[in-house]
């Protein structure tokens, strides 16, 4: 069966570094689009991230624009999120998801 | 980017009796390849979301058929025909035809 199983996730001081990991598994990870959505303690779902299939479109939100790198290994059917720069607000819950399935999460704390 | 809108944001729903959650969205979710890249997600307490409806209307596996849902263009509307008690937590629609990906605000859902 498909599973997203995220990694990485931890304490870190402002201004620090944090790279997530996810491992794919159960389906064709070539053929699927990926994304990073992150989840704020208390509030609603937003989006990230964006890699195509092949890796050769990538996309961000406004607010990781510049600090976060996503990037994807077919060899190792897995997906990376490399945030630096990191502030309070980057405080959250990162999933990785293919639409249709999600990962655990992992969570990101963001504090001096 | 599109703007996804969701009414009303939290529901109190007797066990047995109907709920509908409002979904509207800035731009029209049609695609020019004739499909509408709108889903639904249930995120139950402690849990990742999880996919109810993709594409308006399809129930993903193992989605009871207690729930469907409707719309076209910009109205959306995900239905429980007859709520219980698991059917608790926050829904949120997403809309996946535009980059960025976006999410509404979240319906909160409780049970009488």
């Known amino acids: 069966q498909v599973q997203l199983v995220e990694s990485g996730g931890g304490l870190v001081k402002p201004g620090g570094s944090l790279r997530l990991s996810c491992a794919a598994s159960g389906f064709t990870f070539s053929d699927f689009y990926m994304t990073w959505i992150r989840q704020a303690p208390g509030k609603g779902l937003e989006w990230v991230s964006y890699i195509s299939s092949s890796g050769s479109t990538i996309y961000y939100a406004d607010s990781v624009k510049g600090r976060f790198t996503i990037s994807r290994d077919s060899a190792k059917n897995s997906l990376y999120l490399q945030m630096n720069s990191l502030r309070a607000e980057d405080t959250a819950v990162y999933y990785c998801t293919i639409l249709f399935y999600w990962g655990q999460g992992t969570l990101v704390t963001v504090s001096s | 980017d599109i703007v996804m809108t969701q009414t009303p944001l939290s529901l109190s729903v007797t066990p047995g009796q109907p709920a509908s959650i409002s979904c509207k969205s800035s731009?029209?979710?049609?695609?020019?390849?004739?499909?509408?890249?709108l889903y639904w997600y249930l995120q139950k307490p402690g849990q990742s979301p999880q996919l109810l409806i993709h594409e308006v209307s399809n129930r993903f596996s193992g989605v009871p058929d207690r729930f469907s849902g409707s719309g076209s263009g910009t109205d959306f509307t995900l239905k429980i025909s007859r709520v219980e008690a698991e059917d608790v937590g926050v829904y949120y629609c997403m809309q996946s035809i535009q980059l960025p990906h976006s999410f509404g605000q979240g319906t909160k859902l409780e049970i009488k």
């Open positions: 731009q029209s979710l049609l695609h020019s390849d004739g499909r509408t890249y």
